[in-house]
T-cell receptor
């Protein structure tokens, strides 16, 4: 069964450094998302991406964040200058287009980002 | 905006039945999702309700009452592997059947005891 994959599984970085988190969505999916989950807290939406552009973003997704689909398979989240409070699990998700009202999102296994 | 409330924790016994409640307030309604999340893992889809009533899927069922802003997830014949967090989620305010970001509740951590 196709899966969303993410690399790395764990990233440790120093405060102020740039990090790039990578995702490979399911191949025939067209909508892509990043979510984050700070330890012990709820899953929070960051950004959605469709047709090679951001379709929606939350208040969390400020100028320090960017997303890109550099080729036909990868979807990346970049944090330009990491802060301690960016430490969280980052989940990528993707969704197909279906001609129904409900569109299940498929989540990747996550990247645990630790900022020191 | 979208707001979701769920109990923080529940405990149940192996083989029993447990009901996990969720209440929500949304601007517009485009359905309600339940996801399961084991510790340190990704959320996995369990169910979706958009019409009132009960949807049954094996040991798991989900109920929705739109007029009450209320849903529950019913787990039968509990197994140890059902110990996980159960997340109630609704589509974001701009869902419109297109972009579809999800707004999650804080989740209910279920512990199944022998």
């Amino acid at each position: 069964e196709p899966e969303v994959t993410q690399t790395p599984s764990h990233q440790v970085t120093q405060m102020g450094q740039e990090v790039i988190l990578r995702c490979v969505p399911i191949s025939n999916h067209l909508y892509f998302y990043w979510y984050r989950q700070i330890l012990g807290q709820k899953v929070e939406f960051l950004v959605s991406f469709y047709n090679n552009e951001i379709s929606e973003k939350s208040e969390i997704f400020d100028d320090q964040f960017s997303v890109e689909r550099p080729d036909g398979s990868n979807f990346t989240l970049k944090i330009r200058s990491t802060k301690l409070e960016d430490s969280a699990m980052y989940f990528c998700a993707s969704r197909p287009i279906r001609r129904t009202t409900y569109n299940e999102q498929f989540f990747g296994p996550g990247t645990r980002l630790t900022v020191l | 905006g979208q707001n979701i409330d769920q109990p923080t924790e529940m405990t149940a016994t192996e083989g029993a039945i447990v009901q996990i409640n969720c209440t929500y307030q949304t601007s517009g309604f485009n359905g309600l999702f339940w996801y399961q999340q084991h510790a340190g893992e990704a959320p996995t889809f369990l169910s979706y309700n958009v019409l009132d009533g009960l949807e049954e899927k094996g040991r798991f069922s989900s109920f929705l009452s739109r007029s009450k802003g209320y849903s529950y997830l019913l787990l039968k014949e509990l197994q140890m592997k059902d110990s996980a967090s159960y997340l109630c989620a609704v589509p974001g305010a701009n869902y419109g059947g297109s972009q579809g970001n999800l707004i999650f509740g804080k989740g209910t951590k279920l512990s199944v005891k022998p």
